[in-house]
C-alpha cells in the first residue's frame, strides 16, 4: 500500500519546522507537519533576537554569510506570515558593563566591519539620549541597526493558522518509515504510518530520538534561561531598543515587547537539566540591573529553560544525507526523500526563512552551493548502510493503516 | 425566617479560618465555611515557619507570649489535623553574614533571653558541622531548637478533608447578614444568605471588602515574594534545619522540606503589587547564596507573591466587637454573633492553633484576659452605630432564600 498522504512531511512544529512547512506550502505542496505539542521547545522559550551582526562569533564565517541571508529574508517572510507574528525592525543597542566588556565589544566590532557590517560606535550620552533609563556607570555602546526582533510564540501561533489545522498531526514521529530504497514518511509512536514523497526532519534535538535516519546527527542539548517581565507603567518603555550587554564578560540580553513586557536571557548551560537554574536567574537578573537598574521595579510573570540543539561547529545539519556507496540514490548521490534540518543552536527564528528557502530548493531539486558546508553528515562522513536500515524498516512496519 | 444554617459561620479558608473552623468543629459545633478559593491566598505563599522566638520584634511582648502560646499549642493542633499537615520538629539555625549582622542577632537574643527563650549560640566550626553546606565566610550562628515548621498548603488539604466538603461554601461572603440587634451570618456575592448563630470573619485582607462589619478594621497589605526550588540529588540535603538568615541587614530564609524542595523568602514591600518583584526575587537569590552558596544549584520551579494582612501594631484583630452605647449587646458588652479574627501579618501560620483556641473560648462565652489587647476595635474605639449597619443590613436582605 503506497498510498501517498501528501508530498511533504515536516517532523516537528518549533519555528524551523513550521518555517519549512509554510514555504513548502506556499509553493503548492501538500503539506503535513508532526508533533505532539507543536512550538513546546526551544521555540517556546527563545527571546526572537534576529541578530545576525550581534550573534557573530570569531571564525563563524559561513554561518555568518548564512545568517545575514537570512536576515535579508526576515522582512518578506514576516509578510506572508502576517502581521501576527511580532516582527518588529527595534534597533540593537550592545552595551558594556565594564572597560574589559567595551574591549570585546570593540575587539568583535573590527571583525564585523571587516566583513561588511554596520556597528557604530555611540557615546553613552547618545545611548542614554535614546534610553534614558540606563545604568550610570557603564563603560561603552555600540548600535546595530540592523538586528531586529520577531515574537516566536506569535510567530509559532501564525504559522499555525496559515497552514491550518488540517495540516497538523498531533502526534510524535517514532521513526523514519522506509521502503527499502527511499524514506517514505515516518510511522508514529501509535504505530500508524504517514508517506509522503519527502520527509523532513525538524525537531530540533527530538531528531536523536527519531529512529531510522541514515546518519548520526551530533546533536547535544545547550540549555538557557529565559525571564518574562511586565514593564509596570511608572518605569515604561523600559527600552525601546534590544539590549545586548557584556558584564564582567557574561552575556545578557533585554527584549522590549510591543505589550509592554520584556524578555531577558542569554544563559547557556550544558548540565543536563531541563529545570530553570536558581543560579542562573540569579545571574541574568542580576547582569540585566546592572545595564538599566529598573529591572528590579518589573514584575516577573514566567521563567523558562529549554535545550537548544547544539552542533560541534555551532552551524546547523541542513541538507540532504549522502547515499552509502552502491545503494540507490537521487541521482545527485543522495538518500531520496530525506531532507535534514536540525542544529540551529542560538539561531533557530534568525535561521527560519533561511532554512525554509534552502529546504523548498532541495524539494525542487536544487541545492544551492553556499550551504553545502552545512550538510548533516560532515561530522560522520559514513551513511549507515542499507541493511543496517532496513531492521529499522521492518520494526516500523505500519500497525495503523494509512492516515 | 430565622432557619439556623449552621452554628458557626466562618468566612475564610486560609489556615486561620480553617484552623478556627476545625476547633469549632472538634467541640461538636456544625461549621460552615465560606471561601471562594480556599488556601489560596497568603497561606498559599507561606513559608511554614512556626517560628515563635526567632520571629520577636522589639516591644512586641503580648504579641511573643501570644506566639510562644501557640507554638506550645501547635504539636497537639498538627496531631488533630493528621500527619499529612507536614509539620515538623526542624530546628532554626540563625545565620549572621557580617559582624554587623552579627551583632544585630547578638542584640536580640539578649532581650530573647530576657524573656526565657533559648537561642543559643554555635561555632562556626559547629554550625558548619550540622550543615556542611554553609558559606565560608559567615559571621555567626545562633541555634533555635523551639521553632519548627508546617508545610501551609499541606494544611490547607488536610483541614479541608477533616471539616469535609459538605462544610465548604465556594463562594464570596459580600456582606454580613444583620437582624437589627445580632449578626445573623453572611450574604454571598450571588445573594444567597447563610445563617449562623456565630459568624467569624477571618478572610485576611478580604475582611476591608466584607460590608456590615460595626468596626473599620486598620488592614493594610504587604506583599511577600516565595520561591520555591527542587534540590537536585547531587547537593541534598541543602540545609537540613530552617535557616534565616541576615545578610548586610537584610533578612532572608531558607525552609527545608521533607520531599527535597526548599522554601526561600523574607521579601516584604508595600509598593501595592501583587506581581512577582524581579528586584525581590533578585535579593532573595542573592542573599541566600549568601548563607548557602548551592542555591545556585536549585531547580526554580515557583515564585509566588502574595499579600499578608497587616496591621498598626503588627498584632492580630481578634474578639468580639463592644457594641456601640446603649445598643443591645450579648451580656458582655458586646455585638452578638460576631468574632473577628484577622490581621495576622506574619505569623498567620505560627497562631492559627491559638486563634482556634481564643475562638472556641469565644463561643463558649469564655475571653481569655490575656489576649484583650488583640480586641479588633483597638485602633478606633468607635463602634459603628445600628442606623448606619441597618442600611447595610437592608441592602443584604436575602434575594436567593436561605441555602
Given at each position: 500500500m503506497e498510498e501517498v498522504h501528501a508530498d511533504v512531511i515536516v517532523v516537528g512544529a518549533g519555528v524551523i519546522g513550521l518555517g519549512i512547512a509554510w514555504e513548502a506550502a506556499r509553493s503548492g505542496r501538500r503539506v503535513t507537519v508532526v508533533d505532539p505539542a507543536p512550538g513546546s521547545g526551544a521555540s517556546f522559550a527563545a527571546a526572537g533576537m534576529l541578530a545576525a551582526v550581534s550573534e557573530y562569533h570569531y571564525q563563524e564565517e559561513q554561518l555568518l554569510e548564512f545568517m545575514v541571508h537570512s536576515a535579508v529574508l526576515w522582512p518578506a517572510f514576516a509578510a506572508s506570515a502576517g502581521p501576527g507574528c511580532g516582527y518588529l525592525s527595534t534597533p540593537t543597542l550592545c552595551l558594556a558593563g565594564d572597560a574589559a566588556d567595551r574591549q570585546a565589544f570593540a575587539d568583535l566590532r573590527s571583525v564585523q566591519q571587516a566583513h561588511g557590517l554596520d556597528v557604530r560606535p555611540l557615546t553613552l550620552r547618545e545611548a542614554r539620549t535614546r534610553e534614558p533609563l540606563l545604568a550610570p556607570a557603564l563603560a561603552g555602546a555600540f548600535e546595530i541597526e540592523a538586528d531586529h526582533q520577531v515574537d516566536p510564540r506569535r510567530l509559532v501561533a501564525a504559522l499555525l493558522a496559515r497552514l491550518g489545522e488540517e495540516s497538523v498531526v498531533r502526534a510524535r514521529a517514532a521513526r523514519l518509515a522506509w521502503d527499502g530504497r527511499r524514506v517514505a514518511g515516518v510511522v508514529l509512536e501509535?504505530?500508524?504510518?504517514?508517506?509522503?514523497?519527502?520527509?523532513?526532519?525538524?525537531?530540533?534535538?527530538?531528531?536523536?530520538?527519531?529512529?531510522?535516519?541514515?546518519?548520526?546527527?551530533?546533536?547535544?542539548?545547550?540549555?538557557?534561561?529565559?525571564?518574562?517581565?511586565?514593564?509596570?507603567?511608572?518605569?515604561?518603555?523600559?527600552?525601546?531598543?534590544?539590549?545586548?550587554?557584556?558584564?564582567?564578560?557574561?552575556?545578557?540580553?533585554?527584549?522590549?515587547?510591543?505589550?509592554?513586557?520584556?524578555?531577558?536571557?542569554?544563559?547557556?548551560?550544558e548540565d543536563g537539566s531541563d529545570a530553570v537554574s536558581a543560579g542562573g536567574v540569579y545571574e541574568l537578573l542580576r547582569d540585566a540591573q546592572a545595564l538599566v537598574p529598573a529591572v528590579a521595579e518589573l514584575e516577573l510573570y514566567e521563567t523558562t529553560a529549554r535545550a537548544r540543539p547544539g552542533t560541534p561547529?555551532?552551524?546547523?545539519?541542513?541538507?540532504?544525507?549522502?547515499?552509502?556507496?552502491?545503494?540507490?540514490?537521487?541521482?545527485?548521490?543522495?538518500?531520496?526523500?530525506?531532507?535534514?534540518?536540525?542544529?540551529?543552536?542560538?539561531?533557530?527564528?534568525?535561521?527560519?526563512?533561511?532554512?525554509?528557502?534552502?529546504?523548498?530548493?532541495?524539494?525542487?531539486?536544487?541545492?544551492d552551493p553556499r550551504w553545502q558546508g552545512f550538510r548533516p553528515d560532515r561530522f560522520t562522513r559514513t551513511t549507515r548502510p542499507l541493511a543496517e536500515r532496513s531492521a529499522a524498516a521492518r520494526s516500523a512496519a505500519p500497525q495503523g493503516g494509512i492516515r
Amino acid at each position: 500500500m503506497e498510498e501517498v498522504h501528501a508530498d511533504v512531511i515536516v517532523v516537528g512544529a518549533g519555528v524551523i519546522g513550521l518555517g519549512i512547512a509554510w514555504e513548502a506550502a506556499r509553493s503548492g505542496r501538500r503539506v503535513t507537519v508532526v508533533d505532539p505539542a507543536p512550538g513546546s521547545g526551544a521555540s517556546f522559550a527563545a527571546a526572537g533576537m534576529l541578530a545576525a551582526v550581534s550573534e557573530y562569533h570569531y571564525q563563524e564565517e559561513q554561518l555568518l554569510e548564512f545568517m545575514v541571508h537570512s536576515a535579508v529574508l526576515w522582512p518578506a517572510f514576516a509578510a506572508s506570515a502576517g502581521p501576527g507574528c511580532g516582527y518588529l525592525s527595534t534597533p540593537t543597542l550592545c552595551l558594556a558593563g565594564d572597560a574589559a566588556d567595551r574591549q570585546a565589544f570593540a575587539d568583535l566590532r573590527s571583525v564585523q566591519q571587516a566583513h561588511g557590517l554596520d556597528v557604530r560606535p555611540l557615546t553613552l550620552r547618545e545611548a542614554r539620549t535614546r534610553e534614558p533609563l540606563l545604568a550610570p556607570a557603564l563603560a561603552g555602546a555600540f548600535e546595530i541597526e540592523a538586528d531586529h526582533q520577531v515574537d516566536p510564540r506569535r510567530l509559532v501561533a501564525a504559522l499555525l493558522a496559515r497552514l491550518g489545522e488540517e495540516s497538523v498531526v498531533r502526534a510524535r514521529a517514532a521513526r523514519l518509515a522506509w521502503d527499502g530504497r527511499r524514506v517514505a514518511g515516518v510511522v508514529l509512536e501509535d504505530g500508524r504510518e504517514l508517506r509522503a514523497a519527502e520527509t523532513v526532519v525538524a525537531n530540533g534535538l527530538g531528531a536523536r530520538d527519531l529512529a531510522g535516519l541514515p546518519v548520526s546527527l551530533p546533536l547535544r542539548p545547550v540549555y538557557g534561561d529565559v525571564l518574562r517581565l511586565r514593564v509596570p507603567a511608572r518605569v515604561r518603555p523600559l527600552v525601546t531598543a534590544t539590549v545586548r550587554g557584556l558584564v564582567r564578560g557574561r552575556p545578557v540580553y533585554i527584549v522590549p515587547r510591543e505589550d509592554g513586557t520584556v524578555v531577558i536571557g542569554a544563559t547557556q548551560r550544558e548540565d543536563g537539566s531541563d529545570a530553570v537554574s536558581a543560579g542562573g536567574v540569579y545571574e541574568l537578573l542580576r547582569d540585566a540591573q546592572a545595564l538599566v537598574p529598573a529591572v528590579a521595579e518589573l514584575e516577573l510573570y514566567e521563567t523558562t529553560a529549554r535545550a537548544r540543539p547544539g552542533t560541534p561547529d555551532n552551524a546547523p545539519l541542513l541538507g540532504r544525507v549522502p547515499a552509502a556507496a552502491g545503494e540507490p540514490h537521487d541521482g545527485a548521490g543522495c538518500v531520496p526523500g530525506l531532507i535534514v534540518a536540525t542544529g540551529f543552536f542560538r539561531h533557530g527564528v534568525l535561521l527560519t526563512p533561511a532554512a525554509a528557502s534552502v529546504c523548498l530548493g532541495l524539494l525542487e531539486g536544487v541545492a544551492d552551493p553556499r550551504w553545502q558546508g552545512f550538510r548533516p553528515d560532515r561530522f560522520t562522513r559514513t551513511t549507515r548502510p542499507l541493511a543496517e536500515r532496513s531492521a529499522a524498516a521492518r520494526s516500523a512496519a505500519p500497525q495503523g493503516g494509512i492516515r
